[in-house]
């Protein structure tokens, strides 16, 4: 159980095209989801925290009117790049908050690698 | 702000070792810790969470430890593996996941 699909796996665009990257879970309702973005041999930088319903909150210095994430439902959180460029080429990793009886986890997405030519 | 931080940034040793990966957070108000794996090029395994009212936990070969109060974590890896080798990442919850720099592991044979 507790599984998040992210699609897609990999993707190639052009630069100054958007790119939109879903993440599902599956089998229980996610009602906050993270985006985070990896650059090579880095770790994790959380980028925003999605709310299903209400506005993203974006982490210091992440651009809200260049990563637009929509969480419309409670199991979908998409994240589209907007005018892509060669810089916005990352691993995009996302994961859902997910509830169990006295504490909860967060499950992660198998991620998105994303090249901007 | 939640900083996360883990020495070695890597390590190369021979089949059979005992390793010990630490993990430093400057934010002691956190839910639990959590240590995943990352494979080259692949997403997160999660290996061990620890609540914050726990001092460890254990899994197969593996044993981890939480000393909030200090803002340490530590992982050790019994009889290391060449299977073992990848980037082990610990990661702080304050109600969100706030990630190390990560150890970059190789196993030799």
């Known amino acids: 159980g507790a599984v998040v699909s992210q699609h897609p796996s990999w993707v190639i665009c052009k630069s100054g095209t958007s790119v939109k990257i879903e993440c599902r879970s599956l089998?229980?309702?996610?009602?906050?989801m993270f985006w985070y973005r990896q650059f090579p041999k880095q770790s994790l930088m959380l980028m925003a925290t999605?709310?299903?319903?209400?506005?993203?909150?974006?982490e210091q210095g992440v651009e809200k009117d260049k990563f637009l994430i929509n969480h419309a439902s409670l199991t979908l959180s998409t994240l589209t790049v907007t005018s892509a460029h060669p810089e916005d080429s990352s691993f995009y990793i996302c994961?859902?908050?997910?509830?169990?009886?006295?504490?909860?986890?967060?499950?992660f997405g198998s991620g998105t690698r994303l090249t901007v030519v | 702000k939640q900083e996360v931080t883990q020495i070695p940034a890597a390590l190369s040793v021979p089949e059979g070792e005992n390793l010990v990966l630490n993990c430093s957070f400057t934010?002691?108000?956190?839910?639990?810790l959590q240590w995943f794996r990352q494979d080259p090029g692949k997403g997160l395994t999660s290996l061990l969470l620890?609540?914050?009212?726990?001092r460890e936990q254990t899994s197969g070969r593996l044993n981890a430890s939480l000393d909030k109060s200090s803002g340490r974590s530590t992982l050790y890896i019994a009889a290391s593996q060449p299977g073992d080798s990848a980037t082990y990442l610990c990661?702080?919850?304050?109600?969100?996941?706030?990630f190390g720099t990560g150890t970059r592991l190789q196993v030799f044979p």
């Open positions: 994961s859902a908050k997910r509830y169990s009886v006295n504490n909860y986890g967060y499950t």
């Open positions: 089998d229980f309702q996610a009602t906050t």
């Open positions: 999605s709310n299903e319903g209400s506005k993203a909150t974006y």
């Open positions: 934010d002691s108000a956190i839910y639990n």
């Open positions: 620890i609540q914050s009212s726990q």
């Open positions: 990661a702080a919850n304050t109600d969100k996941l706030i």
